[in-house]
């Protein structure tokens, strides 16, 4: 009997460690949970417990009474402190999620990571079709943190969520990254955005040009503790900037070449009456108000009509290309304009230009025609010739009439005709 005793004490005893054991492990490997002091109360009485029973073991034997009366002592005040404090254990232990709870949470963790994911997929689809990536710089760290979409703009592998910000410096052309560090600093100062244009240099030397934008994200403080932003990439659209220019300048061109051949005579290059009206009156308000001079030459080809009839009307043709080409010869000065005003007439306009001057323009006219030695007839010696009427105004004229100097020209050539042709007469307009 006293040997089954024993047995049953120890194996007793060994109970009571294993569960001061348990409660060891327990919060060795969940030490995330918080037990208090209750939990080590408890331990301590359940070992104490244990100990008891390992000690009955030793009572059967002689001993004092003084070892079995502490022991039980202090397993009685233990055992009062685990009591009062168990109820708080239990309470805390009750509000651990239950399996349920956890297997429920587990699920919502993994629909959550599921729906995590799908968003970031979006996230870098849309990126990817809209030249975007995003990134986040921390004030006190020297590195940036990147989306995949920035590191196809730099052209580049993603070699993970962090970028250098001496690396990222190294891309871009120093005068732009001068523009970041104002940029930034003057957005720190300000506690506002940024927004700036950069270009950045891939590997392979091809230049991205994007644009940068950041805004500030404070901590709870309310200190500036880093930075949010974006960076798109604008090179499509820079090239298809570029060839709008390219279009647009070509259009002008274009436009500037359909005005010139407008304002000219086809057969001539000479300019043609609309370009002489336009300029004849200009010069007139010119003249004015600048009290200068006005010249107009009108230069009629003689017996145009005869030789037409004689030649036919392709000579005809090349008989005015070939005095057209011998009165631009005989102009000197950039202003002074020629123009084929009708079939076998040619006006010379002659900005700041007095009596004397029209007169010189016009004997140089006529010597350049006849070195032409162009035949008026068939058979006969006679060369064309042309006469020229000469109508000057000063700025004290009281006319703005452009149709009064031309009266004048026009009067002056039916003269000159009348008096034999291949001459010069003239006329002038002046206020009296």
Same mark, same amino acid.
């Given at each position: ?77 233990? $055992? ?37 994911? !799908? ?133 002008? $061109? ?18 043609? !009456? ?148 291949? !001459?010069?007469?003239? $006329? ?5």
């Amino acid at each position: 009997m006293l040997r089954l005793h024993v047995v049953s004490e120890f194996w007793t005893g060994l109970a009571y460690l294993g569960v001061v054991m348990a409660l060891l492990f327990l919060a060795r490997k969940r030490s995330d949970l918080i037990y208090g002091w209750q939990l080590w109360l408890f331990t301590i009485f359940v070992l104490v417990c244990g100990l008891r029973e390992l000690l009955e073991i030793r009572i059967m034997f002689p001993v004092t009474r003084l070892e079995e009366g502490t022991v039980e002592f202090l397993r009685a005040i233990l $055992a009062v402190a685990a009591l009062m404090a168990l109820p708080s254990l239990v309470r805390r232990l009750v509000r651990l999620p239950s399996p349920l709870d956890l297997r429920n949470a587990l699920k919502r963790l993994r629909i959550a990571k599921t729906e995590t994911a !799908q968003v970031n997929r979006w996230l870098s689809l849309g990126e990817e079709v809209g030249h975007v990536g995003h990134w986040r710089a921390r004030r006190d760290r020297p590195t940036i943190k990147c989306s995949d979409g920035v590191y196809k703009i730099l052209g580049r592998d993603g070699d993970g969520p962090d970028v250098a910000v001496d690396r990222l410096k190294g891309t871009l052309l120093p005068e732009d990254w001068r523009k970041v560090v104002v940029a930034v600093g003057r957005a720190f100062v300000r506690r506002q955005g940024f927004e700036v244009p950069v270009r950045f240099m891939r590997a392979g030397g091809d230049m991205r040009h994007v644009l940068l934008r950041g805004v500030l994200q404070p901590n709870e403080d309310d200190e500036v503790a880093s930075l949010f932003g974006v960076i798109v990439d604008q090179t499509d659209q820079k090239l298809v900037e570029a060839e709008l220019l390219k279009a647009r300048a070509a259009t002008e $061109a274009a436009n500037r070449r359909l005005e010139a051949l407008a304002l000219r005579d086809v057969l001539t290059g000479l300019a043609n !009456q609309r370009h002489f009206d336009a300029t004849l009156a200009g010069e007139i308000r010119r003249a004015r108000r600048m009290k200068i001079e006005l010249a107009l030459l009108l230069i009629e080809v003689d017996d145009f009509d005869h030789y037409a009839e004689a030649f036919g009307r392709s000579a005809g043709d090349r008989c005015l290309i070939a005095i057209a080409a011998a009165i631009e010869r005989s102009l000197h000065r950039a202003g002074d304009l020629a123009a084929l005003c009708e079939d076998d007439r040619f006006a010379v306009l002659l900005p700041n230009s007095d009596e004397a001057g029209a007169v010189a323009v016009a004997q140089r006219i006529l010597r350049a025609v006849r070195d032409m030695k162009m035949p008026r007839e068939r058979d006969g010696p006679a060369i064309m010739t042309v006469s020229i009427g000469a109508a000057e105004i000063d700025g004290s004229s009281a006319t703005q009439d452009p149709l009064a100097l031309v009266g004048l020209a026009l009067e002056a050539c039916e003269m000159a005709k009348k008096q034999g042709q291949d !001459q010069v007469c003239q $006329a002038s307009l002046r206020q009296v």
